[in-house]
């Protein structure tokens, strides 16, 4: 019998199978739950993936129960479908595995999204009522009187679906806008998506905005990269490349409805009622996904094109949601500083309160935000994706086997991976530990040279074995070859600790002079929220003990997961939350690094490594 | 030499002319002026003229001096262009010939259009000042804050046009809302389009929002006539036509775009600096310019499917005006009682006045006003397009060679036509003036029959030579062959008679209906007020006489032209009239005349010829 290959996405697992498996038993095989709650009679659809290559051929029960636009896109029912080729399947319910960040933690506000329904059985015409039918509904829905903003294809559909529905009719409202109607009484099926575009990655919620509850989440690398992986790169595309920027544009986009379709199964609902995304991301990505163009975000002085809040129809931006839903984009701080870290703030809360706040959001850019209620300014750092494994010559995203964590485990070196899986490269805060570990144990010299074999300090003479030196110079063994999945060894190199300590300085430089300008020192500093997957998952003693962060308790350093999606959350479930952004945006004080006099100054000197080795010491 | 045919358009001018013949030389001999402002030589382009058809190669002045899509429209430089074959030439100077309705009676208004522009030397972006290009226009135009609803498209050029104009920007607003940047000062060319649309004939006007000047004025027939006379016919069409319904739509929207050409040319302007149209017209003539199905309009209770104001983007519409530019459509009163009639009562200014008003314009349909401030009621009779020629033996519209007035000329019958030209039919006005004066000799008895040549009264003996006996009954003979260029005499049949008693009668019902149900009798009312085509060119006398109009003194009688189109036009320039008609749409009573118990009655008893026949005697 013949073998294939199946993958599963995003549990990251794969298996080998007889051609013609059941792709149930195939699942099962691998380790990976479906959810069938109708026992798999192919009653519930509740259990529908995605081929993402490699699909069957529908079944009678499938062509019955998945339209034929999700069955083009490779919709299957897992309980229904054959593994006949190798294939990988995206099964939305485990979302567990690809450790990309769409966890955050949560602020309550009441709730009060733009886009509310309502259902009106509406007066038939007759001769002693003879108001047109857009009247008619109108004053039923008692919509906002006066200029009309419905859109023509709705007005297009209207006497006809009224009539057909009985007039019995639900109205979709966005604010004060009338934007769609609908047959019958859909009251309670009114959703609304988060998007947070970043550099990277891409993360997607789907929220009921009947309830606020957060009913799937769903992520992905953003396509971009693959053009190059910084926001610099990205704009020498657009300028380079023909239709560079439509093209960047409809990769975004792509995947962003991908993500509405997998978040749309994964909840077991149809994407025609999510009727708004609320979007977050950088300056550029944000840029980049309305098909502006951002090359003067790239030339000095680095102003965007638009910073302010806005509300485009999806159609037009091509966002695949309901026909007549709008997209709302949060607004902008600065050319670096975007909506993400504006939303960050607003997850915070941290203009709210009178608790001295830094936050610090460390992705592709490191976004900087230090103040309180009475003040706050901000910065960006070109701290480049270190973090996120790019330049790093074992580096990877925090996925499958990723070394995340370090530590000193009875004097000798230890690590955790990803899942638990072999170690398959180090991630962002696998890698600043062992740095931090390293520096501790003398291995790694203040400056952030390795030292040769020889050095090694006498308590950590056992290290001698894993000094060795390379093409490149000096390097570290952190996991031998037997214990990896790459057939070798996973080192730290004399240039990755170069790219780290640019990257960290450019961080501790940042936070340096933000507090310079605003006169404190940390021991003022009440609070540390570090947010995005690097924050998240780095360890606050290495982040301190690195110099990247100021020496404070680490009481006082608290993790909040991916802060800008929670802001853009925020803003789909209240229009005070909007309000709140548009708000900070105008308050948030942005702080040039580029022409700020000591910067430069303060970055040399934050290269060094040390617990405080730059940042005043505590008071 | 080989000759070729040149029509003259709107002019209705022909002339044969040697091929190759100058088209500067061919208006001359066809008695058409051309007005050339730089004497001729191709510099000015205000010769610009339109070929219908058999259009010459472009010269390469004209290649320099006419854009691409206005040479492929068929726009050439008088000045310049040949006459190579037959071929139809439009010129938009000359509007006087076709006699579509373009004048009104202006009421003056305070100017204060939707469309304003403000020009602005911006900040240029510098270290010092990192607003986004957006923000920093804005704050200079000093536009509403808050919830931005600037065009996508808009905005992506919005960077690059405003460095390519150093900062330099003209903001075109509508209301509240900026809608276009563009590069420079242009704030001297802002314009306004407004489209009367009639089932019959589609009026357009150029107006300076600046000024409130009106630039030009073109005129055509409505193209979806082809397909019917009536407002029923083109319903049923797009129940029955595959795409019936966007055949008509395009229809409409390709004619409206090319009287958008023809004004533009006329004044010398570019249609890009149009920023909005006006729209009034029948209700069902505007659903069907919305691409709305009209079919609930020819159901019982005959509702439409949207009455109020509107606003659209033009390019949603296909309106070929500039790219950011919007359509407003005035609001409706009724699925009969359209926004034509909205802006005959914004013109007229009735429901500001104490005086007693009756308004009457009669198109293919008649809209009949009763009111004053403190009350008014208006209804719809279908009174059938008798009065625009059609159904009638030698109807036509008002066109030239149309018979447009009749008298008694010292006992015989004496005619005009339209520009003077020989007889080729007979137009409303000269029908009722006929009929008028038939009924007046006792040639027509009271109840609409034509006497036999035998019964013609002893002092008409002289018309016993124009009674014959045709296949449909009696006839009276109005121009003998060698009076017409239709090779035969003109004749008002029987059945003429019968269209017009039921056309003048269904009118005369409605007029009394109004004035019952508002308890009010002729000597009340204070001011008749006539619009439409058929309303300006009729004669006052012929129409009390053939009892179409209550019995009131002439000096109460006014032609105002075309109200409807004035109305458009007022709401072009006045946010004020906007609201207004808003108001008027909300006040005007509908009265449905079909389910009016007395109705029938009253018409059966219109139907009668002779003053005061039907309608109360005056008090």
């Known amino acids: 019998m013949a073998k294939v290959i199946i993958e599963f996405h995003p549990a990251a697992k794969r298996t080998e199978v007889e051609r013609g498996s059941a792709l149930r038993d195939a699942a099962e095989t691998a380790g990976v739950e479906l959810r069938m709650p109708c026992g798999g009679k192919g009653r519930c659809g509740k259990c529908k993936v995605v081929f993402e290559r490699g699909a069957p051929p529908p079944t009678p029960t499938e062509l019955d129960g998945i339209t034929e636009s999700e069955l083009a896109q490779g919709y299957r029912l897992a309980c229904q479908a054959q593994v006949l080729q190798d294939c990988a399947v995206y099964v939305p319910d485990a979302v567990e595995a690809a450790k990309i960040l769409t966890v955050g933690t949560a602020r309550r506000v009441p709730l009060k999204p733009a886009i509310t329904k309502r259902h009106v059985d509406v007066p038939r015409p007759s001769v002693d009522d003879l108001r047109s039918d857009l009247a008619r509904i109108l004053d039923s829905l008692g919509g906002a009187p006066g200029r009309c903003r419905i859109d023509l294809h709705a007005l297009r559909q209207l006497g006809h679906d009224a009539r057909e529905a009985d007039f019995e009719i639900t109205g979709v409202f966005s604010s004060e806008d009338l934007i769609a109607f609908e047959p019958g009484d859909t009251t309670a099926e009114c959703y609304g998506v988060a998007f947070d575009i970043g550099t990277t990655t891409l993360a997607a919620y789907l929220l009921d905005l009947n309830t606020g509850d957060q009913l799937s989440v769903a992520a992905a690398v953003n396509p971009q990269a693959r053009i190059g992986d910084d926001v610099i790169s990205r704009i020498s595309y657009t300028m380079q490349a023909p239709d560079g920027l439509e093209k960047l544009r409809s990769m975004v986009v792509g995947e962003l409805n991908r993500l509405v379709g997998v978040l749309a199964v994964g909840a077991g609902i149809s994407r025609d009622r999510i009727y708004e995304a609320a979007v977050v991301g950088n300056t550029c990505m944000l840029h980049l996904f309305l098909g502006i163009d951002p090359k003067h975000l790239a030339q000095a002085p680095y102003v ?106 009875d004097g000798d070196i230890a690590f955790s991976t990803v899942s638990g899986a072999k170690a398959a490269g180090i991630c962002g805060s696998g890698l600043l530990d062992a740095i931090a570990c390293l520096v501790q144990a003398g291995i790694i010299e203040p400056g952030g040279r390795i030292v040769d074999a020889s050095e090694a300090p006498v308590e950590y003479g056992h290290f001698q074995t894993r000094l060795r030196t390379g093409d490149r110079g000096n390097e570290f063994m952190l996991a031998p070859a037997d214990e990896t999945s790459i057939g070798g060894p996973i080192v730290i190199t004399q240039r990755d600790v170069r790219e780290v300590q640019l990257a960290k300085g450019a961080i501790a430089a940042g936070i340096q002079t933000l507090m310079e300008r605003l006169g404190v020192r940390p021991g003022d500093i009440d609070r540390v929220v570090l947010a995005g997957a690097f924050g998240n998952y780095v360890r606050k003693e290495s982040a301190i003990m690195a110099g990247m962060l100021p020496d404070v308790p680490l009481a006082k350093v608290h993790s909040v997961g991916n802060a800008a999606g929670e802001g853009a959350k925020l803003s789909l479930i209240s229009l005070d939350m909007r309000k709140d952004a548009d708000h900070i945006a105008d308050f948030v004080e942005y702080i040039e690094l580029t022409t700020d006099l000591g910067f430069h100054e303060r970055f040399a000197d934050a290269l060094a490594f040390g617990a405080g080795s730059v940042l005043s010491v505590q008071n």
Request: aromatic share 8%; hydrophobic share 45%; proline share 4%.
């Open 304 to 409: 965007p094109t638009v910073s302010q809040s806005l509300y485009f129809p999806a159609d037009e931006l091509g966002i695949d949601i309901n026909e007549f839903g709008r997209v709302h984009f949060l607004p902008s701080i600065a050319g670096y500083v975007g909506a993400d870290t504006v939303g960050m703030v607003l997850a915070t809360a941290l203009y709210e309160g009178n608790e001295l706040t830094l936050a610090v959001d460390i992705g592709t850019n490191g976004e900087i935000v230090l103040g309180a209620k009475n003040g706050i300014l901000a910065c960006s750092t070109a701290a480049g994706p270190a973090f996120e494994g790019a330049h790093i010559k074992h580096g990877m995203r925090a996925a499958l086997g990723a070394i995340d964590a370090v530590w000193f485990d």
